[in-house]
């Protein structure tokens, strides 16, 4: 059994034992994944001290020749950041709509800027969050291997932020728009207005999150 706690500090390092520094091996012949135990970061929040098992000799094995590493992400990972769940941004004004009608091309056909004004709220929530621990470690992991990925289904934008570049988001990012028309991206835009939604600078039609 392993235990370790971290303490606040700019230059702390969370690390785990070097002979788990690996990942999740999807080229093995066993043709199973691996679930990842890798952390080796730098952090600035304070972490609680936890038990961690030893993985078993088979998987320590097989991390140690991983060659290549795919890690996927969601809410669980955002949450430890303090980012709110979908269903639990619904707080205030917006208490009174369904997220699953707001995050639709349907819902923005119907109302550009209400749907628009929903996503920038979300914005708003991730000003003061940042990357943790989970983060930080897998951007440390991809440095350690040949080949790895990060297919997240957070739309925070948090990984990039960690230092991951090899990335896919299947739910887009927050913190880019496009054209509703062609799908351009929009490297800036004004939603001062309070009755619609930003227009792109290409053709004028609505910017989508």
Known sequence: MLRFSVARSDDTIARVPARIARGIDLESRAGKPAGIFV?????ATAIPSIDVPDPPASLIARLRGARSV?????????????????????????ARFDP?????PAAFARNPKLVWDW???????????APNAGHLALADLAQRVPACLVVTLNVDGLHQRAGTTNIVEL???LRRARCSRDGAPAATWDDSSPRVAPACAGCGAPLRP
């Open 39 to 43: 952390a080796s970061a730098t952090i």
């Open 70 to 94: 795919v890690a996927l992400t969601g809410g669980g990972l955002a949450a430890e950041s303090g980012v709110p769940s979908l269903s639990a941004a619904r707080t205030g004004m917006w």
């Open 119 to 129: 996503y920038a709220w979300r914005r708003e929530l991730l000003a003061d969050v």
């Open 100 to 104: 699953l009608e707001l995050a639709t």
């Open 171 to 173: 739910h887009g990012n």
